[in-house]
């Protein structure tokens, strides 16, 4: 006789006992986005840094101007513009040591190079001679990443690695608010979250995925909010304030470094430029939101606050834009020439030693170049 | 390091053995995957590891295969050597996007400075009575994505030899195990020095005079059975085991079928865009003056992996093989 045929005999028990894994309300993000620059908080803020940060941003706001004018000139593919979220860009770069991880995607070209990244090489997937132009090692930048949030789990992965071997190391991985609806956006915060390990998301939230705005992306309160779900700090900051952005991920990584585990930053900032030059921003968007957000603008933020305080003169702005102009001469004029190419590099990184298929592959291409006369 | 040697040893032994000395000798070989850790995996060919090497380097992670790919490639970019079990071949498909767009071209994205000596491990193909989503053959999917490595092996020594040879690859290399070999059987004995070989050769395991059977993997012990069968139709069969799917061995294989001028390649997954055709595609454009016939398939049938108890009617058996063996007597219609 089972149980069940026993009428009368099954007396219900309380149910066994739960609670919460983790208590929610250290977890939740302010209601209002962290500020700096305007605030009483910009007096505590180091002025040496403000003004690495303002240089960095004019730097990075002439990179995006010159980028976007060589796609019109047909010496790159496609720039995905970050004009309007320098601070984030910059912010993210200038955080990190040297032993740390940048893991970008497409949009954060400007961050590896205001890592330290030679700024010809960064955009070498955008020109198209190669994917990734340059040794992720040298500067600890991993490639710009193309799919949506695959580089979130890999930057996990390379945190916890690196705690396993006992080293100091923190990764910052970068995405947009589009990705966070990607299936690896969850599972790299949730590995993170388990393993306790040393990384800081930054979701740029420029409003816009392409053309598709955020309500039509997510119904939560913030993308902040999502962090508390995986069990780990959720922090929202307007990601025009780079004061406010390198201090909320100083934070982070200092949390991560001590063995905190990671941490979810959403910055609101705004795309000013369209998604690339393939797009057509006046379909989903008009001017009037456009020029909102030219006004909170990150260079004018850091400027007034600056200048108000007497940290800036104008010698030290002429002094931004004139180093600003430097680098986009030397841009113009690198980028300019054709960068020289050899075709059997296609057979020389595909495995580490070539199969006999791709030997046989490998001589075919080198009998249609001789015939073309194009080796010697 | 002493072990109780277990004669005869099964495969799912040989793979564990393989993974443990592997861990044994290199620091930096980790194990993960789902279950992989307090439970030895479902067939349990874990069994054992995170005993001896520790939850850091054996670990059971969350349910989710593009993380635990994902994770295992930021592993691997900072110097660690994952080895990376998916359950079950259909539950390696959420996976998919970190194997192509990330394990397989990390090399060559960063012009050779990154490689990504990834092994990610799939037990694979029917013959266990799995219910939907637990017998696919995926094999086609992933020897069609340059980068990568497919090897499977069909014997208990090679099922050690080539997971020693794949952790110690400093590419990539998916490496289907036939869940129906797991408990075959062999004289393979553990406390003998094992030899590992580069990945990317074919054995013939069967010589013979009349046709070659070309096969891998769960046809293999098939393939022998049917030629031991054939003997009694007069017919004298030659058995190439692959053991390599990329890079392929066109010697061994075209060497065989210049001996013996006919060929059937035999698989369990289909044959419509299956590994067979580019098989046959290769043994004709290198063998086309030696072949007394077509190169013929036997294959899994072009559907979704059946229901357990219909299974039997889809994997090509003895009686299958030897039915295309008959048609190699091929005359031009005239």
Not at chain 1, 233 to 242: Q, Y
């Amino acid at each position: 006789m089972t149980v069940m045929e026993q009428r009368g005999a099954y007396r219900p028990s309380p149910p066994p006992a739960w609670q919460p894994r983790t208590d929610p309300a250290p977890l939740l993000p302010d209601a209002e986005p962290y500020r700096v620059l305007g605030t009483e908080a910009a007096a505590k803020a180091d002025p040496g840094l403000l003004r690495r940060l303002y240089a960095e941003l004019v730097r990075g706001r002439r990179y995006n101007a010159q980028a976007t004018a060589l796609t019109k000139q047909g010496r790159l593919a496609v720039y995905p513009s970050s004009t309007g979220q320098e601070a984030c860009e910059v912010a993210a770069a200038l955080v990190l040591q040297d032993r740390d991880w940048l893991f970008p995607s497409y949009r954060d070209t400007l961050a590896a190079v205001a890592r330290g990244l030679d700024p010809v090489e960064a955009l070498t997937l955008l020109r198209g001679d190669w994917h990734t132009g340059y040794d992720p090692h040298e500067h600890r930048i991993a490639p710009l990443c193309t799919p949506l949030a695959t580089q979130l789990p890999h930057a996990v992965g390379l945190a916890h690695a690196a705690r396993l071997k006992g080293d100091d190391v923190v990764a910052l991985a970068m995405v947009g608010d589009g990705g966070t609806s990607e299936g690896d956006f969850h599972e790299a915060l949730n590995f993170a979250a388990v393993w306790q390990a040393p990384v800081v998301f930054l979701v740029q939230n420029n409003g816009f995925a392409i053309s598709v705005p955020l309500a039509k992306q997510t119904a939560a309160p913030s993308l902040a909010h999502k962090a508390v779900g995986y069990g780990m700090p959720g922090r929202l900051v307007d990601g025009n304030d780079a004061a406010a952005v390198h201090e909320v991920l100083a934070d982070a990584v200092r949390h991560a470094r001590a063995g905190g585990g990671p941490t979810l930053v959403e910055a609101i900032t705004y795309r000013v430029e369209a998604h690339t030059n393939a797009d057509d921003a006046t379909r989903y968007r008009g001017d009037a939101e456009v020029d909102a957000w030219r006004d909170h603008d990150p260079i004018k933020l850091l400027e007034h606050e600056l200048t108000t305080r007497g940290l800036l003169d104008d010698a030290g702005i002429q002094a931004a834009r004139d180093a600003a102009e430097t680098m986009a001469a030397d841009l113009r004029e690198r980028m300019n020439q054709d960068p020289v190419l050899d075709p059997m590099d296609l057979f020389a990184h595909v495995y580490a030693e070539p199969t006999p298929q791709l030997l046989e592959q490998r001589a075919q291409l080198q009998a249609e170049l001789e015939a073309e006369g194009e080796t010697p | 390091m002493t072990t109780v040697a277990v004669k005869p040893a099964t495969m799912a032994q040989a793979l564990t053995r393989a993974m443990r000395d592997a861990m044994a000798a290199d620091p930096t070989v980790h194990v993960m995957g789902e279950d992989v850790g307090t439970l030895g995996g479902v067939f349990r060919v874990t069994d054992g590891l995170a005993k001896e090497f520790g939850e850091d380097r054996v670990t059971d992670t969350p349910l989710a295969e593009a993380g635990i790919l994902g994770t295992a490639v930021g592993m691997a970019m900072y110097g660690l050597r994952p080895v990376v079990e998916m359950q079950f071949d259909a539950f390696a498909y959420p996976a998919f996007e970190q194997l192509i767009s990330h394990v397989a071209r990390m090399r060559n994205r960063t012009r050779g400075t990154m490689p990504l000596p990834i092994t990610v491990r799939v037990p694979y193909g029917g013959g266990i009575g799995g219910v939907e989503h637990h017998s696919d053959s995926s094999e086609a999917y992933y020897l069609a994505t340059p980068g990568l490595h497919v090897v499977t092996p069909a014997t208990v020594a090679d099922a050690y030899g080539l997971l020693r040879a794949a952790i110690a690859s400093d590419d990539p290399v998916v490496f289907l195990e036939p869940k129906r070999l797991y408990w075959s059987k062999d004289s393979w004995n553990p406390d003998e020095p094992q030899s590992v070989e580069p990945i990317g050769r074919a054995v013939v395991r069967r010589s013979g005079r009349s046709a070659t059977l070309i096969t891998y993997g769960p046809s293999v012990p098939v393939c022998l059975e049917a030629a031991e069968a054939a003997r009694a139709e007069g017919w004298d069969l030659e058995v190439v085991d692959l053991r390599s799917l990329v890079p392929f061995d066109d010697e061994t294989v075209c060497a065989s079928v210049r001996r013996t001028g006919r060929a059937v390649v035999v698989h369990e997954s289909g044959g419509f865009g299956g590994p067979g055709g580019e098989i046959a595609a290769r043994v004709t454009e290198r063998c086309f003056h030696h072949l007394e016939a077509p190169v013929l398939r036997v294959a899994g049938f072009d559907i979704p992996y059946p229901p357990p108890m219909l299974e039997r009617h889809h994997l090509p058996g003895v009686d299958r093989i030897l039915d295309a063996v008959g048609r190699l007597q091929w005359e031009a219609e005239s």
